[in-house]
């Protein structure tokens, strides 16, 4: 899963020094995956480790303040932008029902 400083899920790749995300592609060696923050923080939690599970509620509680707690509906919303942004990258997110989601390569 890519060394201290790389996660790598599929092409789906994580710098934790640079803090961002990158695609690697055959075409292009890296190509910056661009998020808003909080499916930029939604996807960060899913890849710290990769195929731990997060309920909604993990990430409401990581992505809210003390006053705004985001709903599932706001959870369930950056999820599926996430996996329509990632839709080629050999990576999925994956629900396990009544427990959560996690990310994975895709089979």
């Given at each position: 899963?890519?060394?201290?400083?790389?996660?790598?899920?599929g092409a789906?790749v994580?710098?934790?020094?640079?803090?961002?995300?990158?695609?690697q592609?055959?075409?292009?060696?890296?190509?910056?995956?661009?998020?808003?923050?909080?499916?930029?923080?939604?996807?960060?939690?899913?890849?710290?480790?990769?195929?731990?599970?997060?309920?909604?509620?993990?990430?409401?509680d990581?992505?809210?303040?003390?006053d705004?707690?985001l709903?599932?509906?706001?959870?369930?919303?950056?999820i599926?932008?996430l996996?329509?942004?990632?839709?080629?990258?050999g990576?999925?997110?994956?629900?396990?029902?009544?427990?959560?989601?996690l990310?994975?390569?895709?089979?």
């Open positions: 899963n890519g060394g201290e400083d790389q996660v790598v899920v789906l994580y710098d934790r020094l640079a803090n961002r995300f990158f695609i592609t055959d075409q292009a060696p890296l190509q910056p995956l661009e998020l808003p923050a909080r499916e930029f923080s939604v996807l960060q939690l899913l890849m710290s480790p990769p195929g731990r599970v997060f309920s909604k509620r993990a990430l409401s990581k992505l809210s303040g003390f705004d707690a709903g599932d509906n706001a959870i369930e919303a950056f599926s932008r996996r329509r942004k990632l839709a080629h990258s990576t999925t997110i994956r629900t396990l029902r009544g427990l959560g989601y990310i994975e390569p895709t089979a």
